[in-house]
Every structure is written in structure tokens, then in C-alpha cells.
């Protein structure tokens, strides 16, 4: 039986059991800690809630006085300590005003292997170098919402755990399972050996349009999309199977990657099973 929650309430910034939580503005740092102590930070209650909800081991929660009671079940199905402070003292922490007022320090799941990963999936989206937080939420929110199988990051993909990608995905990242493909862009290869036909986009006029290209009616997809502004490298264009577009108009040359993305993933998971045979 799962124990009861121990609540603490602590009036002290310094408190070492509030160190998952410091320094949660500092970017470079919490990319490089986070993932070196196995932990991330779930953000707001529908996060928190979908984090525990998707299996994700829970190591506390800091929480202002007035969510304790929101949270009560949380708590009661977890065994953590619950941190009650301040919300002055949270910002002092954290380094921001958490509106929220609910945080929580997760532990993170042992990767899965890409290939596993392919074995049982027929649509697939595959980034190279999206480093932008906010663009990575995006993109997992679009492909948990459009039914994309799987999400592969490229070596320098930013984190989908960091809390910022985490929020703007809405807890999405928890819904669709990723993994990294370490050697780039050579695991394409894997990717291609497990029966998927790589498309990469592009806005290049030499590139088929997406109607043209008819990705729905394919039996396994790869999307592949690259970062914001400078689109896939010369390597991944040359290592994809086709290039597709988004036709544009009003002289507009591109979408924004998450933009883009939303789009592609329609396109790519429209019609019947019958229709994509």
C-alpha cells in the first residue's frame, strides 16, 4: 500500500530538499543537470497529473499553501515528500513567479531504443538539431493530438523533458515515446532498414508537394524536420528518400517548425487505413 504524503513546510531558500528545485531559469545548467540526476520538472497540476498518470516516478512536489488541497489525491497516490512554502520564498528558489503554484521533480525513464521503437510504429517524426524548447513542445503536442507513432531527435535536439518543452506540450511529450539516434545522420540508415520511407521537408522548390507526394498512402513514414530558420542540413537532405514542401502563398516562403509540423503530420496521418495501403 502506498504511504501517506509526508507535508513539510519550509521558510528557509537554502533548504537542500529544495534542490531539484534551483535555479530553474538558468537554462545551460538545468540542461546539464537534469538529465545527469535522472530527474525533470513537471510544471501545473494537468502536467503534474499526466506525468504520474503516464508512470513517471514522483521524487517531491513544491507546492504553495493554497494548491495543497487541489492535490490532495496526488499525494495520497504517491510516495513523496510535499513541500509547502511560500510563494515568495518559490520564487527565490526557482528564479521566476511559478502562477502555477504546483511544481514537481520527476524521475526520468531509461530511454527506449530506437529500433524497438520503429518495430511497432508506422508513422514517425524525425528531428535534426530542433533546439528551441518552446518548437520541441510544439511538435510533440502536434504528433501526440495528430497520431504520429514515435518521435526521433537527432544528437542536439533539445530535451522534450526540460520543463519549458514539457508545458508547451501540455504533457504531451509523456504520450508519444522518443528516442535519440546517436550517430548522425547515419542511424537514418535504421530508420530506413526498418521499412520507412524517409521524407524530408523542406520549403526548396525542387522538393515534391505534399499532395503530390501523397505521404498518407504510404505504409511506413519518416518526416523529417529541421530547426527553425536553417531547415536540415545538406547531410540529412541527401540521406532522405524524397523531399516534400508545403505549397505556399501570398509570397510567404515558410512555416515555422512547429507550424510546419502540425501540417506535415495531417498530411502524413489523413485517411482510412484502407487509403494508406
Known amino acids: 500500500m502506498t504511504q501517506s504524503p509526508q507535508v513539510i513546510t519550509i521558510d528557509d531558500p537554502d533548504d537542500p530538499r529544495l534542490h531539484d528545485y534551483t535555479g530553474l531559469t538558468d537554462v545551460e545548467l538545468r540542461r546539464r543537470r537534469e538529465p545527469a540526476e535522472g530527474l525533470f520538472i513537471a510544471e501545473g497540476e494537468k502536467v503534474i497529473r499526466r506525468a504520474v498518470d503516464a508512470g513517471y516516478g514522483m521524487r517531491s512536489m513544491l507546492l504553495s499553501a493554497k494548491w495543497v488541497d487541489?492535490?490532495?489525491?496526488?499525494?495520497?497516490?504517491?510516495?513523496?515528500?510535499?513541500?509547502?512554502?511560500?510563494?515568495?520564498?518559490?520564487e527565490r528558489v526557482t528564479g521566476y513567479h511559478v502562477h502555477r503554484g504546483a511544481l514537481a521533480?520527476?524521475?526520468?525513464?531509461?530511454?527506449?531504443?530506437?529500433?524497438?521503437?520503429?518495430?511497432?510504429?508506422?508513422?514517425?517524426?524525425?528531428?535534426?538539431?530542433?533546439?528551441?524548447?518552446?518548437?520541441?513542445?510544439?511538435?510533440?503536442?502536434?504528433?501526440?493530438?495528430?497520431?504520429?507513432?514515435?518521435?526521433?531527435l537527432s544528437p542536439d535536439c533539445?530535451?522534450?523533458?526540460?520543463?519549458?518543452?514539457?508545458?508547451?506540450?501540455?504533457?504531451?511529450?509523456?504520450?508519444?515515446?522518443?528516442?535519440?539516434?546517436?550517430?548522425?545522420?547515419?542511424?537514418?540508415?535504421?530508420?530506413?532498414?526498418?521499412?520507412?520511407?524517409?521524407?524530408?521537408?523542406?520549403?526548396?522548390?525542387q522538393a515534391t508537394a505534399m499532395d503530390a507526394a501523397a505521404p498518407h498512402r504510404l505504409e511506413r513514414v519518416a518526416l523529417m524536420l529541421g530547426a527553425e530558420g536553417s531547415g536540415l542540413s545538406a547531410k540529412a537532405l541527401r540521406a532522405a528518400d524524397e523531399w516534400v514542401r508545403i505549397p505556399m502563398a501570398h509570397g510567404v516562403d515558410s512555416l515555422n517548425v512547429g507550424a510546419a509540423a502540425a501540417v506535415a503530420f495531417y498530411a502524413v496521418t489523413a485517411g482510412t487505413p484502407e487509403e494508406r495501403a
Do not use: C, Q
Open 70 to 90: 487541489a492535490m490532495r489525491d496526488v499525494m495520497e497516490d504517491v510516495s513523496a515528500p510535499v513541500y509547502v512554502v511560500e510563494p515568495e520564498l518559490a
Open 158 to 205: 533539445a530535451d522534450p523533458l526540460y520543463r519549458r518543452s514539457v508545458k508547451v506540450s501540455m504533457g504531451a511529450v509523456f504520450s508519444v515515446p522518443w528516442a535519440r539516434l546517436e550517430n548522425w545522420p547515419r542511424d537514418l540508415e535504421t530508420v530506413r532498414a526498418a521499412g520507412f520511407r524517409v521524407l524530408a521537408l523542406t520549403p526548396d522548390a
Open 105 to 152: 521533480s520527476m524521475r526520468r525513464k531509461p530511454l527506449p531504443d530506437a529500433a524497438g521503437l520503429l518495430a511497432t510504429a508506422r508513422r514517425v517524426a524525425v528531428m535534426e538539431a530542433v533546439n528551441d524548447h518552446t518548437n520541441i513542445g510544439a511538435i510533440f503536442r502536434s504528433a501526440a493530438a495528430l497520431g504520429m507513432d514515435a518521435v526521433l
